[in-house]
């Protein structure tokens, strides 16, 4: 079992930046492929970044590609979600997932998720 841990949410101007966490325990972290996703009110849940076991590679929803960076810190257990030039319509609860093996943007294949953390960006 991996438990997971977001926190960093709040509320933001338009324009501005929040720092999503997550920490991750249970398991080790370096061999889970972690992810963030997110939900709005009324939407199903859809994928924003994700990264490999080693951070070699990351991938990126078109929507936030530009704006967000996924990284994280095996020695920490912690993967991180730097989001810039924050805009309504990124308000969501977001999510944080792992699986182990290969990297993956698709909900189904992620085993382990977080509570989520509340984003809000105001106009």
């Known amino acids: 079992q991996v438990q997971l841990v977001e926190s960093g949410g709040g509320l933001v101007q338009a324009g501005g930046s929040l720092r999503l966490s997550c920490a991750a325990s249970?398991?080790?972290?370096?061999?889970?492929?972690m992810g963030w996703f997110r939900q709005a009110p009324g939407k199903e849940r859809e994928f924003v970044a994700a990264?490999?076991?080693?951070?070699?590679?990351?991938y990126y929803a078109d929507s936030v590609k530009g704006r967000f960076t996924i990284s994280r810190d095996n020695a920490k257990n912690t993967v991180y979600l730097q989001m810039n030039s924050l805009k309504p319509e990124d308000t969501a609860l977001y999510y944080c997932?792992?699986?182990?093996?290969?990297?993956?943007?698709?909900?189904?294949?992620?085993?382990?998720w977080g509570q989520g953390t509340q984003v809000t960006v105001a106009s």
């Open positions: 997932t792992a699986r182990p093996g290969y990297i993956s943007r698709l909900t189904d294949e992620y085993d382990y």
């Open positions: 249970g398991r080790t972290f370096s061999l889970l492929a």
């Open positions: 990264i490999t076991r080693g951070a070699g590679s990351t």
